[in-house]
């Protein structure tokens, strides 16, 4: 069982900056591929960015270019680096993780844990 706890929400003004951290318990973190998915209320959930337990990386079209994800394993923390804000990245974030072997990396159905998500919200 792995437990998730997303944190750095906030609001910000377009242009700006936020990091976003998934703070996870459990000892097999660091074997998991772990997901940043966002949803709005007339959206479905939509991927945003994914790590594996390799270290590769995954971005949603959307975020290409000024999202950043990384993850520290020594303290079973992922990172979500977001620069460049735009008042479409309004949602509410989720912090998810995969349990290996972990294949497809953007289709939310694949995660097993998920966080209770933190509210972004982007001004213009």
């Known amino acids: 069982q792995v437990q998730l706890v997303e944190s750095g929400g906030g609001l910000v003004q377009a242009g700006g900056s936020l990091r976003l951290s998934c703070a996870a318990s459990g000892r097999t973190f660091s074997s998991y591929a772990m997901g940043w998915f966002r949803q709005t209320p007339v959206n479905e959930r939509e991927f945003v960015a994914a790590?594996?337990?390799?270290?590769?990386?995954f971005y949603g079209d959307s975020v290409k270019g000024r999202f950043t994800i990384s993850r520290q394993n020594a303290i079973t923390t992922v990172y979500l680096q977001m620069n460049n804000l735009k008042p479409e990245d309004t949602a509410v974030y989720y912090c998810a993780a995969q349990k290996p072997p972990s294949v497809y990396f953007s289709d939310y159905v694949e995660y097993d844990y998920w966080g209770p998500g933190t509210q972004v919200t982007v001004s213009s």
């Open positions: 790590i594996t337990s390799s270290g590769n990386t």
